[in-house]
């Protein structure tokens, strides 16, 4: 059974940055995409970020692209997260998120496993 767990969130004012962790578990994740989405209070969740667990390419978000950082350490089965000049719009709970037969890599719906989520929260 796969299992996600996310840690790393927080309070940091703007400018800040913060790193999430997501730690995988339950399968070989070679296979897999991951995936970063984020939900504010009153709105969608949207997609942050992504990459094939064993690629090389990453996918972000038009609004955190050059900010935000996907990566992942094989011997820790851990996908991160950087998050760097963060702003006060970034303030979310941020899930990851896993796929293993993917079809594209933006929409929540493509997703079939899920963390518990961390509230990153950004102050002005």
């Known amino acids: 059974q796969v299992q996600l767990v996310e840690s790393g969130g927080g309070l940091v004012q703007a400018g800040g940055s913060l790193r999430l962790s997501c730690a995988a578990s339950g399968r070989t994740f070679s296979n897999y995409a991951m995936g970063w989405f984020r939900q504010a209070p009153g709105k969608e969740r949207e997609f942050v970020a992504a990459k094939i667990w064993s690629g090389a390419n990453t996918y972000y978000a038009d609004s955190v692209k050059g900010r935000f950082t996907i990566s992942r350490d094989n011997a820790k089965n851990t996908v991160y997260l950087q998050m760097n000049s963060l702003k006060p719009e970034d303030t979310a709970v941020y899930y990851c998120?896993?796929?293993?037969?993917?079809?594209?890599?933006?929409?929540?719906?493509?997703?079939?496993?899920w963390g518990q989520g961390t509230q990153v929260t950004v102050s002005s």
């Open positions: 998120a896993a796929v293993d037969h993917y079809s594209g890599l933006r929409s929540p719906e493509q997703y079939n496993y």
